[in-house]
């Protein structure tokens, strides 16, 4: 790393960086509304996970704010998602600290013609980029030149593109959106895309990666900063939070700074062979009692289940876990089901989330040949906004 101008401060780095990524502002799902606001209550919890990070970076005295992308949903967010992720920005702003990102996969424009909502961004002084080409940046912070090599997610689809670091940076830093060489994500996202390796392959001091929700460290320079939420129970482990970069004359640390969120539990399977509906449903309160589910997010699967034994569960239990929980999902296979792809059961009867249903049949048909990737990400994002609207609807009507 290039030498940088203004010497340690009491034992303090020269420059401190946050690196925030996969935010996710607008993510809804279940029913269950916010008693305060009226608004789905998921799409609050990630809106506060956004301000507890927005906290815990303005309380480390940070000199710069970089985001890798997916800072929405969805490519059209709601104008109250689009005024917090403002207001809480401004934040930052308001601290003299500059903030610079990049569009992730989530928020890209399938057309170049529309319009990004991270273009609101500027209004408070950020700088985003969200088209088809890299960009550059650089600030002054304590005395050294940050460079930052800005490649969104639409520029990533550009198998040819280059990035260098600038000649004169005393730091640089680079800023993208995919998944590195090696690493295996569990599922498979619409528009995601392979970064390629002679991007990561520049000089870089810092590589800030986002899309992958977990801390994780691709080279001792190179790190996907993880989640500031858990958006599914594949995420069921992680730990929500961003990375804290600090550079001085040597070289980078980088360390996970955790954010409080609602937990997410996967329990441990039951596997329900030989038992009739009433074993079931005891076995189902016993597994769910030995966990604090209390106002969490919770996925109970129950395999080789005699058929028929799934609709003789006491609906009573399943009803009070639900009450207690924000959501309970239950997931019974029923005996000689067929292992589906990645592990995961063939459901006989399913009591899970209706979005995560489709999500799945419309990657299957995507994968199958079926549906073209455009058609299937306009359908899903349809589909996506039908299930919502009616969810949040039905308790009022």
């Known amino acids: 790393m290039a030498g940088i101008r203004q010497p340690e401060r009491g034992g303090a780095p020269a420059v401190r960086v946050a690196h925030i990524s996969d935010t996710h502002l607008g993510y809804s799902r279940y029913a ?30 940070v000199d710069l704010v970089i985001h890798s992308g997916d800072v929405f949903d969805s490519v059209r967010p709601a104008t109250h998602v689009v005024v917090h992720f403002l ?44 088209g088809f080409e890299p960009d550059y940046g650089a600030v002054e912070v304590r005395g050294a030149r940050v460079g930052l090599s800005l490649v969104p997610h639409g520029a990533v689809a550009d198998r040819e593109v280059v990035v260098t670091p600038g000649r004169d940076d005393d730091i640089s830093i680079l800023v993208t959106h995919g998944t590195v060489p090696g690493l295996r994500i569990r599922g498979h996202e619409l528009g995601e895309v392979d970064l390629p390796g002679h991007v990561l392959d520049g000089s870089f ?16 320079n190179a790190y996907y900063a ?27 640390r980088v ?47 129950v395999v080789e289940a005699p058929r028929g034994a799934a609709a003789g569960v006491d609906r009573e239990v399943l009803r009070e876990l ?10 019974i296979s029923e005996a000689g089901a067929e292992e589906a792809a990645g592990g995961e059961e063939t459901a006989g009867a399913a009591f899970g989330p209706l979005e995560e249903e489709f999500r799945a049949f419309v990657e299957r048909r995507r994968e199958s040949g079926k549906i073209g990737r455009t058609f299937a990400e306009r359908f ?14 039905g308790p009022a009507a």
């Not at 399977?269 to 969490?296: C, P, Q």
């Not at 899903?380 to 609807?393: F, H, I, K, P, T």
């Open 32 to 61: 269950r509304l916010c008693p305060k606001t009226g608004r789905n209550q998921r799409e609050v919890d990630v809106s506060e996970a956004y301000a507890r990070a927005v906290d815990a970076i303005l309380e480390r005295d």
């Open 87 to 130: 207001k809480q920005t401004a934040r930052i702003i308001g601290r003299n600290i500059p903030y610079y990102g990049i569009a992730g996969n989530h928020e890209t424009p399938r057309l170049r013609a529309t319009t990004a909502a991270l273009e609101y961004a500027t209004l408070v002084g950020a700088r985003f980029v969200h």
């Open 205 to 220: 001091d810092y590589v800030a990666l986002g899309h992958y929700h977990y801390f994780h460290p691709h080279r001792p």
């Open 226 to 252: 993880g989640a500031t939420e858990r958006f599914g129970f594949g995420e069921a482990d992680s730990r929500p939070g961003f990375a804290l970069v600090e550079f001085d004359g040597e070289g980078v």
């Open 255 to 301: 360390e996970h700074v955790p954010i409080p969120c609602r937990p997410m539990l996967d329990l441990p399977r039951i596997d329900a062979s030989g038992m009739d509906a009433a074993e079931l449903t005891e076995a189902i309160r016993e597994r769910a009692g030995r966990a604090e589910i209390d106002g969490a997010v919770v996925r109970l699967k």
């Open 322 to 331: 639900r009450r207690r929980c924000l959501d309970f999902s239950l997931e």
């Open 380 to 393: 899903l994002e349809a589909g996506l906004g039908y299930l919502r609207r009616a969810g949040e609807e």
